[in-house]
């Protein structure tokens, strides 16, 4: 028998979430798949999401991939280009960029080719990360449309507080005013904006956690979104242990019994992307029942508490995260989010759809 952890990948559950992004706007979805589609497979999610009207990821060659698939529709490349080399594979695939950075505009001058490339121009408008700062904004318009090998420009932002109570409105502000003079297509909203405000839509929305069915608020589950979890993480417990009061658990023995109790081991650990920061009581689900996690997460394993599971045994399946647990409750108990559990699930991780 392989080992018994797995991935599996709810396919129509994708479909279901981009028609919830559909329901919600009725600009163009920019289905955000990088980092192998959050974790899930690069062509696998492609192939699920088929009818949104783009993707965005970062790896050139993971856009001539999705071309090559077959795929038509505009692929965005997330941080532009890194070097002239990019250039003429990006010309050849059509593929879109962003251009955040002058020294991508240095490089663009010194393309000998005329090409006809479409661009994303990208406006820093408050979270210091990417883009242009906003008085630079206006020049670099300028130069991006004066360009032989430009054809098409769109302007965009990323948000920095769009799932909290903070919001959008301080960089829609500086956008709007920005974009106010120019007749090109705007593009702003994460799945937080696209879901919280209608007024950020703008042409194109990019949404990226909530495809894979997860909240980007803390306040608002994945199921009151009306999305459905992607990826189910689960395994098997492959041993039990039967606990006297005081023994100790696990590497550095963070857990000790505090009666005579039944604990399972289970076949995953922060070697398949299970978080080793995952404190004791960190929510987890035998043979479908709710308990939680003890000890310390090793390389290969982690424990389960099986005290109030006297059928559990091994063979028992363990869901670590997904179906029935929320991704977003395991995360907030190891002190991260759901974003950084999807894409840290590891290759020898076996995958199901
Ligand atoms: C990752 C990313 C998104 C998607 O964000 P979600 O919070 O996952 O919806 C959108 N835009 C940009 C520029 C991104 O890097």
């Known amino acids: 028998m392989p080992r018994p952890i797995q991935a599996f990948i709810d396919l129509n559950a994708l479909e279901n979430n981009l028609h919830v992004a559909r329901r919600a706007t009725s600009s163009r979805i920019m289905a955000v798949i990088k980092a192998n589609g959050y974790g899930h497979g690069l062509l696998r999610v492609a192939e699920a999401l088929a009818a949104a009207d783009g993707f965005a990821l970062l790896d050139i060659q993971d856009a001539i991939v999705l071309r090559e698939a077959g795929y038509r529709q505009a692929i965005l490349l997330l941080e532009g280009f890194f070097t002239a080399d990019d250039l003429p594979r990006i010309a ?8 955040h950075s002058s020294w991508q505009i240095d490089l663009l001058n010194a393309y000998p080719k005329r090409a006809s490339l479409d661009v994303w121009l990208k406006v820093s408008s408050g979270m210091n990360r990417l883009g242009f700062i906003p008085h630079q904004v206006t020049q670099t318009m300028e130069q991006l449309r004066r360009h032989a090998a430009v054809r098409d420009i769109t302007l965009m932002t990323h ?15 500086i956008f709007d005013a920005l974009a106010a003079p120019h007749r090109v297509a705007r593009s702003l909203a994460n799945s937080a904006a696209l879901l919280r405000y209608p007024k950020s839509h703008g042409d194109w929305v990019r949404p990226g ?37 005081g023994d100790e658990v696990g590497y550095g023995a963070i857990y000790r019994a505090e009666h005579s109790m039944r ?36 390389m290969d394993m982690l424990f389960v508490d099986l005290s109030k599971l006297p059928n559990a045994q091994v063979g028992s399946e363990v869901v670590l995260w997904g179906a029935g647990l929320p991704i977003e ?5 190891a002190g991260t989010i759901s974003y950084e559990l999807m894409c840290a699930v590891t290759k020898r991780v076996t995958v199901k759809t």
């Open 92 to 99: 050849e695939y059509d593929l879109t960029c962003v251009i």
């Open 159 to 173: 948000f920095a507080h769009a799932d909290e109570a903070r919001g959008i409105d301080e960089q829609l502000e």
């Open 209 to 245: 956690i909530m495809l894979y069915g997860a909240s980007p608020f803390a306040d608002t589950s994945a199921q009151q979104l009306g999305l459905k979890p992607v990826m189910t993480l689960s395994s098997r417990i492959i041993a039990t242990q039967d606990l006297r009061t």
């Open 263 to 298: 604990i399972g081991i289970v076949a995953c650990g922060y070697a398949d992307g299970y978080p080793r920061q995952a404190p004791n009581s960190t929510p987890a689900l035998v043979d479908g029942q709710r308990t939680q996690t003890l000890g310390r997460v090793s």
């Open 329 to 333: 409750e395991v995360a907030r108990a």
